[in-house]
Structures are given as C-alpha cells and as structure tokens.
C-alpha cells in the first residue's frame, strides 16, 4: 500500500527562518520610539537605514551592509529635517539616493555617497513643499525613473517629478484629495498603472493616479491598516482588525471590491500586521509589530487562495521591519528572502533569512525566476504622458546580465530564464542553420549541453528515499500511515541488515583468499 500525500505539493513548504549570528546582527543601534506604525527601516544590497532618536529634529543612520557588530556611538547622522522622520525609501534604481518625510510636512532627497559617511549630512540633493501638515508616507513607482508619491496627514496623495534640476520643489504634479481621514498605507501594481491605499475612515482605494479615477470597498466587518498589491494575480491582501477586534487577513479581487473573497482571523493582539509579497515564489509574508514570529503563506490563484505554511517564532519582538531587494540575497544559500528586525529592546538589527532547504550546491533555476532589476522602464516623463511598462527583468544566476532591453511580462506560472545571447551565440545559431536547414526553436537548445539535464536529473535521483521526495512528501498524519511508514522502515532496515551480512561473509572470505596467499609466497 503506497502512501500519497495529503497535502498540496509545493517546493516552499519547508522554508524556514534563519538569524543571523551575533556578529552578523547590528548592535548599539539607537532605534527611534516613534509610535507610528511604518517600518523605521529601508534595505539595499548595499546600506541599511534606519530611523533613529535625535534631539532637536528627525534623523536617521545610514550603515554599509557589510558593517556588523557594534555602532559607535557618535556614527555620524543624516540629520536635515526639522521635525521626526516617519519613512524612509531607497531609490529603487539608484542605490545611492534616498527618500525621508517627516512631521516637519517636507519630504527630501538624499544623495549618499559611496565612501563611508565621515560627519553628519545635512544637506539633502533636493526639497519637496507641497503638504500642509506632516508626512506620514513615501512610495517611488516601481518601473518610472523619478517618479515619488507621499501621503500626508491633510488627506492627500501627491505625484512629484523629481526629473528637474530644481533643488525645492513646490507644486506636484499631481494631488489625489479622495481621502476622506489619514491614509495609512499605499501599494503599486506590478506595472505602477495602479496605487492601492486603506484609510482612517476604514475603506480600500483602488486608484489611477494619473486619471483620479478609483473605486473603493467599504466593507465593515474590516478594518484595514495595511494593503497590498499581489504581484500579477489581480488581487490585493489587506491586514488588520475584524468587528470582534481579532487581527485578520483579507482577500480582495481587486476588480471587484463590493466583498472579500476570503477572511481569516489570526490571533487577538493589538500590534499592527504588515504583509509583504514576493512575486517571484507566490509567498506571502506577515509580520506582526510587536511580535517576535512571521507567518507565510503560498498564494494561489485557486481556492483557497491563502495555503499556510509555517512561521518562524522569535523570543525578541520587532518594532519595524526592513527587506532586502532580490537582488541583494545570497543565492548560493538557497536564500529567497531576508527581513532585518528592529529590536528596541536589545538595540539590535538582527538579519532573517528564510532558506528553501536544498542539497545541491549549484543554482537553483526553479526557485529563482526572472526578476524585478535595477533598471527603470519608463522616464517621469513618458509615465506621466500615459504609458504602462512591466519592469525589465534579469536572472539573479551570478554573472548573468539584462534578459532583454524590454519588460517581460510576469504571468505566473513563469518558465526558467533566457540566457542573455552574444555574438558568439548567434554565429553558432547562423552556422546550425546553414548545416540543418532549420532554426533552434530557442536559444537553449545552442547553450545548454545535453549533460545539463542529465546532470539535474541525477540531483533529482538523489533527493529520493525508497521513491518518495523527502522535500515534497509531508509527514504522516494518521495513525495508519504511521503504522505503514513504520513497517516500511522495518522492513528496509531488515533489507541493509542482510546487506551487511553478506558483505561481511564476502570481506571475511577475501582475507582468507589474502591469508592462503601471502602463505604460499612465503613458502615459495
């Protein structure tokens, strides 16, 4: 009798969290006690910020990534706002320029530079006046060049083209005033065509920011804190409290936001859950603040849409949460995702790597696609004309460049990655034709030898126990199922154990044949 498994196969059902040691954590650093709920803390592959308490103004440090262990005290301060910073955004395709607000209604530009910071920086690249009370929120577009939304406390949305050389900026170019109360939260599509938001007054906007046009859900048995668009899938995930005060996680369509396509209570704290998306695997990650554990979950376009997978539990609870770009985590690892909590506590940053266990040490094409680069696809200005482009995606395999000039579209489910062509490439593919008579249906047939698969095939053999796959197939849940697991591995023990024997009474027979040998050369 076979036993099959009973749950949904899925290659990131082990996934778990990794911290890191204490000399990889950041320590001595003076968090901020802001009560806003943001993140306090923004990740590239290249420095962490993080909001910090300063006197007399808001402030926040600036600290290499490869700069662990203790902070000195007098670390110098990106420190030019008059009031405390509430966000802080790096530049999506610049690692080196920086977004902040505060409550001083100022949002300002920040270029860092590449050597490390040797005093205080207070002058900041550009100055953005538009908002007449303090700024809660930044978001630059996913795929345009310059391009940065702020929401402030006076209800309004604002669009700046920072595309000028212009050092204070005045007017946006743009204001959405369909707020009605503070705005909480703001999400983009995949392509930045769409900017979802939740608000004081307890509903969800789905906007065009360009048009002014939006719909909204003003569902009451929710009351969302955060949202988020879920990559290509047409839907949006919003966190926060049911009608009976239980944190809960809800599904929209974002096409239809009349009523949730499904609910799920999680647990009766108080901490705000902000929910974090990667495209690229379909996971779904909620931290809690003022939790010390992250769930995750893997998303669906099937019911049920929300499959739980597990959670990483933690003693230390975070106040904000960072996350490292794809781009900047270490593939060799297997690592598909990695947080950087606040402690407040213990003055702590502490990296979270969450690993998708695997045996090869090679790269693993399947559980890294295609992703979002560092390149934009759009200027300010073609974006604000009207035009929508998917961002330019690249292959996070060491050595690799642009898979195209152009957006790829991201449709799930999403094939393994192009191999970027050179002109070598192409003199094999002109020669092949010219022998053949006909084209290579696609690169990949000139590129990849037929060793390759057979060599993956192997890695796939070895992943096997007595047939099944010891990352697919869950642990028994019956007690059937145990007893026939057990029975199996009687009987498999009592297979080796004959296996041994044998080799034993072969190995004492060989020493004898060795002994009877070495005799008879002595006696010759």
Same mark, same amino acid.
Request: hydrophobic share 35%; with cysteine; charged share 25%.
């Given at each position: ?33 802001? #009560?806003? =709920? ?5 990740? !590239?592959?290249?420095? $962490? *910020?993080?909001?910090? @308490?300063? &006197? ?28 405390? #910073?509430? =966000? ?5 395709? !610049?690692?080196?320029? $920086? *977004?902040?607000?505060? @409550?001083? &209604? ?28 303090? #700024? ?389």
């Amino acid at each position: 009798m076979s036993w099959h498994p009973q749950y949904r196969s899925s290659k990131f059902r082990h996934v778990f969290g990794k911290p890191a040691s204490k000399e990889n954590c950041y320590d001595s650093v003076p968090i901020t006690h802001s #009560v806003h =709920d943001n993140h306090f803390c923004a990740v !590239n592959p290249h420095f $962490i *910020a993080v909001v910090t @308490e300063c &006197a007399g103004g808001g402030a926040f440090l600036v600290i290499p990534l490869h700069q662990t262990g203790k902070l000195d005290p007098h670390y110098p301060k990106v420190c030019g706002h008059r009031g405390n #910073v509430l =966000d802080i955004k790096w530049n999506p395709f !610049n690692d080196f320029e $920086i *977004a902040s607000c505060s @409550e001083d &209604a100022t949002i300002k530009i920040w270029d860092i530079p590449k050597q490390l910071l040797s005093k205080s920086l207070t002058a900041c690249s550009k100055e953005l006046v538009g908002h007449s009370r303090r #700024v809660g929120l930044v978001e630059w577009h996913p795929t345009a060049a310059n391009v940065l939304f702020s929401a402030g406390y006076d209800y309004k949305v604002m669009v700046w083209n920072l595309d000028t050389k212009e050092s204070v900026i005045m007017s946006p170019v743009k204001t959405i005033n369909c707020h009605q109360d503070v705005i909480l939260s703001m999400s983009f599509n995949t392509d930045g065509s769409l900017l979802a938001t939740t608000c004081k007054d307890r509903k969800i906007r789905v906007l065009d920011p360009r048009a002014g046009t939006f719909q909204e859900a003003s569902y009451k048995g929710h009351r969302a804190n955060k949202v988020l668009f879920l990559g290509n899938l047409r839907m949006l995930l919003s966190t926060g409290l049911s009608r009976w005060n239980n944190r809960q996680t809800v599904l929209w369509n974002q096409d239809d936001l009349s009523v949730p396509l499904t609910e799920e209570d999680l647990d009766c704290s108080s901490g705000v859950l902000f929910p974090f998306y990667d495209a690229d695997t379909n996971m779904l990650y909620v931290v809690g603040k003022g939790d010390g554990n992250i769930r995750y979950y893997e998303v669906s376009a099937d019911k049920p849409h929300l499959n739980y997978l597990t959670e990483y539990r933690s003693h230390h609870p975070q106040k904000g949460i960072g996350v490292m770009p794809k781009r900047g985590l270490d593939v060799s690892s297997c690592e598909i995702f990695r947080f950087y909590k606040l402690i407040t506590a213990k003055s702590l940053i502490e990296p979270v790597s969450m690993i998708v266990p695997r045996r090869s040490e090679s790269y693993q094409e399947d559980i890294y696609p295609p992703t979002a680069g560092a390149q934009p696809s759009l200027t300010a200005r073609e974006w604000l004309s009207g035009m929508n482009k998917g961002p330019i995606l690249v292959s996070l395999r060491p050595g690799s460049e642009l898979l195209s000039p152009l957006p790829l579209p991201r449709e799930r489910p999403l094939s393994s990655p192009v191999v970027p062509a050179s002109p070598q490439l192409f003199n094999q593919t002109e020669k092949l034709v010219a022998e053949d008579g006909r084209r290579p249906s696609s690169l990949l047939e000139i590129k990849a030898p037929r060793w390759a698969a057979e060599n993956r095939l192997e890695e796939k053999k070895a992943w096997l126990t007595n047939g099944f796959d010891i990352f697919e197939c869950p642990p028994p849940k019956t007690e059937n199922e145990l007893l026939q697991m057990f029975y199996r591995q009687q009987e498999e023990i009592r297979r080796l154990r004959e296996l041994l024997t044998q080799r034993e009474v072969q190995a004492k027979q060989l020493e004898l044949e060795i002994k009877n040998l070495s005799m008879t050369s002595e006696w010759l």
